[in-house]
């Protein structure tokens, strides 16, 4: 168990639909990362945030957005689904000090129908 | 900037063979770089990395990976392959300097032959 907590773990929706996949990092990390895994794709870094702010941005996706709270959880916003976006959303979160070493989540896997 | 890159997207190995799977990185300043497991249907999930203490580093299932400047390479070894280490295999690179920007490599799978 790496302390990196997301839900749903499971979700099916249909093409169009909006969606909200939420993370809490482990105790005391400030750092949250999100990515998508597929299986064509591979795992691909979408966006990172520390301590409330947008740090980094990846391959994201215009119709993806994501937001880190004053708690440290982060919410992954999908919306106008799309067959494509199927796949495995990890989050992943780090310590603000030290090597950067990172913790993820179990996964939530999004099915678009 | 940083990269990284495998070399190899799938490996097979028999059982009780020598695994090696290969990881060469570029990074502008020195770098932290890591090895990551992934079983299937889960998370990534550490299994080293290298801080600059020391340039062989030992992780857990009895993989080790040695950091070599000379040929900027971070390769993953283990003596002796069990069924348990089919999985998906990750290295990465983190700068030392700046926000914790990480990179990935594109994995390689491994299979291990009975």
């Known amino acids: 168990d790496s302390g990196v907590t997301q839900t749903p773990k499971h979700l099916i929706t249909a093409t169009g639909q909006r969606v909200t996949l939420r993370c809490s990092p482990r105790s005391g990390d400030l750092s949250v990362y999100w990515y998508q895994q597929s299986l064509d794709q591979g795992l691909q870094f979408l966006i990172q945030?520390?301590?409330?702010?947008?740090?980094a941005k990846g391959n994201i996706l215009e119709r993806f957005s994501a937001q880190q709270f004053p708690d440290l959880h982060s919410e992954l916003n999908l919306s106008s689904l799309e067959l494509g976006d199927s796949a495995l959303y990890f989050c992943?979160?780090?310590?603000?000090?030290?090597?950067?070493?990172?913790?993820f989540g179990p996964g939530t896997r999004l099915t678009v129908t | 900037a940083q990269s990284v890159t495998q070399l190899g997207s799938h490996v097979s190995v028999s059982e009780g063979a020598l695994v090696l799977l290969r990881c060469n990185y570029s990074s502008s300043v020195p770098p932290y770089l890591f090895w990551y497991v992934q079983y299937p249907n889960q998370g990534l999930q550490l299994l080293l990395k290298y801080t600059s203490a020391a340039t062989l580093v030992k992780g857990i299932n009895g993989f080790e990976a040695e950091f070599k400047k000379s040929e900027t390479s971070f390769h993953l070894t283990k003596p002796s392959a069990h069924m348990s280490d089919a999985a998906e295999y990750f290295c990465a690179v983190s700068s030392t300097g700046g926000y914790q920007k990480v990179t990935f490599g594109t994995g390689t799978k491994l299979q291990v032959i009975p």
């Open positions: 992943a979160s780090s310590p603000s000090t030290g090597y950067r070493e990172q913790y």
């Open positions: 945030y520390y301590n409330g702010e947008e740090r």
